[in-house]
């Protein structure tokens, strides 16, 4: 039976508690333990797949083809243990689930309410789909008081009391502010955040405190007593230079030996050489190098979370410090000028995005890339606006267009509405629901050999993560190729171009797939390891 430890937050959002959650994940494996981590969202969406980036940021996709919170990448990136469907749920799905058993009568006729029958869903959420881990972390969404959050939070009581205190641990996450003026840190936010949390039945065992300054002894025993916990159980969660130094500090705060403690288990040494390495590696770069990021959701950069950390992960694989500008792309269609704001970086990576606000930026942005020979590298929607530019401006093609902009005489990029999962042949059409024509998850890819991609992944077979509706139409693949672009990746049926580069480019890769969902600290992916290296040398002739 594994051992559960529910996260909750108060105080303020984002706080990090998926990141404290993933800290701690990773502090547990260091210690020998197997872990999975899991996330309740409050919101009534089924799941974030048709959620603005600027509201809620990134998706992230699952091998298995969930659609999921950004916490999941934390979480992934922090442990490695790849995420399922089962390890993010919402309110949406949970009365999606509820509402369905009603209508098929599996209720007997009952009188459906939120307890217990909402309150038993999740509770089986929770519970279901394990394999053999020692630890399940369930993180709960928003801020102890939303009405949103009270029926996640009385499943946890329930789990709580049906489990007992030998196999759940509860870890409240808090805000301790700084005021200046007074010169102190403030405990009393903290203190009515455990009492909101107590109004509802749970007693936290563990209290993380987010503050930018040090807690004294005094503060320290001041929130335990009145927050009705043990001294050391008040766990400091300080600022830190970079989120990969957040396991270590968190470790020498006590919070995976006060864990350890709560359950009774020993309290040997974890192994965190490889967390010492990473961070002495982004504490002590070799080189810096600029990179610059044309996208369209640029106003909030948790838009491409994944994204930034991947391109960070490479850096690291490179023993250098990768500088982010991020520039939005519909700049390069306002300003003639806009394009030299280009001239000083090493690469240019164009990410996904959906819809055609934006799109011509993103290919004056590749055009300049190809150009002046910057490394450049796309990904989803910075694939179609590459072969859209090498078609318009090397093709002999300048009506290419897309038809998620609408008709075009050229339709190189169109909406997908077949293609094989393994054995199986999926259809969708344009008047399905968003939600549900995409293609989703992990699939085979075959590279040329001999390709750029090839060297790069140093193989010739692979699998990697879609989120799209639309493809790049195989049937002007002769053209593509006779204007000096190359298709070296396709879809095990031959159908799907999924990776194309320029041969007569230092570095000119573009995938139709997603390599940041997979990136890891601990291990880079070969496609941002090799951009950054591309970009280095970039830098070295400049």
């Known amino acids: 039976m594994p051992r559960y430890i529910f996260i909750t937050g108060g105080v303020v959002s984002s706080l990090g508690k998926g990141l404290g959650a993933a800290a701690l994940a990773a502090l547990l494996q260091a210690r020998g333990y197997k872990v999975r981590l899991r996330k309740l969202d409050p919101y009534l969406n089924v799941d974030p797949g048709t959620m603005s980036p600027t509201q809620h940021g990134e998706v992230f996709v699952t091998d298995d083809g969930a659609e999921t919170d950004l916490d999941l990448g934390h979480y992934e990136r922090f442990t490695g243990v790849h995420a399922k469907r089962s390890d993010n749920v919402t309110t949406g799905r949970i009365y999606s689930d509820v509402l369905a058993k009603e209508r098929r009568g599996d209720y007997l006729g009952a009188t459906i309410q939120v307890i217990p029958h909402v309150t038993d869903a999740i509770k089986e959420f929770v519970k279901a789909n394990h394999d053999d881990e020692d630890f399940i972390l369930c993180e709960i969404g928003g801020t102890v008081g939303d009405i949103e959050s009270l029926p996640f939070l009385e499943a ?13 641990c509860f870890l409240h996450v808090t805000l301790l ?4 003026a007074a010169g102190e840190l403030k405990t ?23 503050t930018e300054h040090p807690l004294s002894d005094e503060q320290r025993g001041k929130i335990g007593l009145f927050c009705n916990i043990r001294q050391s159980a008040v766990i400091l969660g300080m600022d830190v230079r970079n989120i990969y130094e957040v396991p270590l500090s968190y470790h020498e ?10 359950f009774g288990l020993p309290d040997k040494t974890p192994e965190l050489s490889a967390w010492q390495r990473i961070c002495n590696t982004v504490a002590n770069p070799e080189g810096e190098v600029t990179i ?3 996208g369209k959701y640029t106003s909030l950069q948790d838009s491409y979370k994944s994204l930034g950390e991947a391109l960070v992960h490479g850096g690291i694989a490179n023993g250098v410090k990768v500088n982010i500008e991020w520039i939005d792309s519909e700049l390069f269609e306002q300003e003639d000028a806009a394009i030299e704001a ?17 799109s011509e930026g993103k290919i004056r942005a590749v055009r300049f890339a190809r150009e002046q020979k910057i490394p450049y590298f796309g990904i989803c929607f910075g694939m179609q606006m590459a072969v859209l530019e090498t078609a318009r401006n090397l093709a002999d093609l300048p009506g290419a267009g897309s038809s998620e902009f609408g008709a075009t005489d050229v339709p190189l990029v169109g909406l997908m509405t077949e293609w094989t999962d393994g054995n199986e042949r999926l259809q969708r059409s344009a008047d399905d629901d968003l939600g549900g024509t995409m293609r989703l998850g992990a699939y085979a890819c075959l590279l040329e050999e001999g390709s750029v991609a090839g060297r790069v992944y140093g193989a010739t077979e692979i699998a990697e993560r879609h989120r799209h509706r639309y493809e790049v139409n195989i049937a002007y693949r002769d053209q593509l190729e006779a204007a000096g672009m190359k298709i070296s ?3 095990p049926d031959g159908r799907l171009p999924e990776i194309v580069e320029r041969p007569d480019h230092p570095f000119f890769i573009a995938v139709q797939f997603h390599p940041e969902l997979k990136s890891k600290p601990t291990d880079p992916h070969p496609l941002f390891t090799g951009f950054v290296a591309a970009s280095m040398e970039k830098s070295r002739l400049v």
């Open 177 to 180: 502010p700084y005021i200046a």
């Open 489 to 491: 990746g396709l879809s």
């Open 342 to 358: 280009l001239h000083h970086v090493s690469g240019i990576l164009v990410p996904g995005g959906f819809g055609e606000r934006g």
């Open 156 to 168: 946890i009581r329930q789990l709580g009391n049906e489990l007992g205190r030998e196999l759940t």
């Open 188 to 210: 009393k936010p903290t203190q009515h955040s455990v009492k909101e949390l107590q109004s509802v039945g749970i007693q936290p065992d563990i209290l993380l405190c987010r």
């Open 292 to 294: 610059a990021i044309v």
């Open 253 to 262: 705060q006590g919070l995976d030996r006060e864990v350890m403690r709560h």
